[in-house]
């Protein structure tokens, strides 16, 4: 059985993929955000290494063994016929320890050449995968495309995408699509049962409930007690004395530097947070929350990577989004 639950269909593209002569030099991983996209993109290109250098990989499974040296020197970060692009940390002396960057930059895009004008080293495959290539600052997709107009001999590019919409056409237009959906309750059961084995069911069914069918957002919700983060939106929606203590202790608790990653976490649990309750709006209300809705996805989409606003002011903003979801009832 795949460790990858709810995406055998995709694996099977992919090995099928894996074992034509002519194989797509270039792959989008299309879907939602944590349903394991950059995870089976990492495996096939363990794959692609393995069987670029000769070796055989079980025809029914989409990583070869761990063993393997081409695996080994990948998972280290020493493959020389592979590279990972994500945003780095910033690395000026006014940036907050551990801060990435905002975008994946040109200079990371022009530092594959030695990578894609080289022959490979361990067999007949480059592999290039870049997580996410949302991050891809204009100049970066861009050059991009230049090496996805004219690969070189061998080069395959994986790119991650949680939004490929926002992808240049042109580099979407010169990949093939493999899109990936969010994994139905009993998917969400086995990987989290997997994962955490050790965790209470009351505990496991709240963040399936959360996360909608993201495994990859549930272990991060559980880390940052996103249920807590939930539990004060739910006082928020219903207005009041209660929303305005509910709004003021979230700006106090995701303010602080140290509070970044549960602040980035609330900036995408507020839309999801709407959608769920738009499920039972009436049809005559449905027009303000699908408002709020798109308000939330505006504010959040760029916002904390650079800040766009000082985080008690975008915390802040987010409430009023779901307070007015409340008053449109």
């Known amino acids: ?16 993929a894996s074992a034509t002569p002519r194989m797509h030099h270039g792959w989008i991983f299309a879907g939602p955000r944590g349903v394991g996209k950059a995870g089976i993109a990492y495996d096939f290109a363990k794959r692609l290494l393995v069987a670029g250098a000769g070796r055989s990989v079980p025809s029914r499974q989409l990583a070869p063994e ?17 590279a990972l692009l994500e945003r780095l940390e910033k690395d000026d002396k006014k940036s907050d320890s551990g801060q990435l960057a905002r975008n994946i930059t040109v200079d990371q895009i022009r530092g594959l050449s030695r990578l894609l004008r080289s022959a490979p080293s361990m067999g007949t495959r480059r592999v290039v995968l870049i997580d996410s290539a949302d991050d891809l600052e204009t100049g970066a997709a861009n050059a991009l495309l230049k090496n996805l107009e004219e690969p070189p001999e061998g080069a395959v590019f994986l790119l991650v995408a949680h939004r490929p919409g926002r992808l240049l056409p042109t580099i979407r237009s010169r990949c093939r699509v493999l899109r990936f959906s969010a994994l139905d309750d009993s998917a969400m059961v ?9 965790m209470p069911a009351a505990e496991r069914d709240s963040l399936i409930h959360t996360a909608e069918g993201a495994p ?7 880390a940052l007690d996103l249920p807590a983060l939930e539990r004060a939106l739910e006082d928020v929606a219903e207005g009041g004395r209660a929303a ?14 140290s509070a970044r990653p549960r602040l980035e976490a609330f900036v995408d649990l507020v839309p999801r947070f709407i959608a769920h309750r ?14 709020a809705y ?36």
């Open 66 to 82: 761990d063993g393997d040296v081409a695996v080994r020197l990948l998972d280290s970060g020493a493959h020389p016929d592979f």
């Open 1 to 16: 059985m795949t460790r990858w639950q709810g995406h055998e269909a995709q694996i099977e593209t992919l090995i099928e």
């Open 190 to 198: 086995r990987v989290l049962a997997d994962t955490l084995p050790d």
């Open 278 to 291: 738009l499920r039972s709006r009436p049809a005559a209300v449905m027009g303000e929350g699908i408002a």
């Open 294 to 329: 798109e308000e939330a996805q505006r504010l959040g989409a760029g916002a904390v990577t650079p800040l766009q606003l000082e985080p008690g002011a975008l915390v802040y903003t987010l409430c009023d989004t779901v307070m007015a979801l409340g008053r449109a009832n």
């Open 216 to 222: 990859g957002q549930a272990i991060a919700m559980r």
């Open 244 to 257: 305005e203590m509910a709004r003021g202790r979230l700006v106090a608790a995701l303010s602080s530097v």
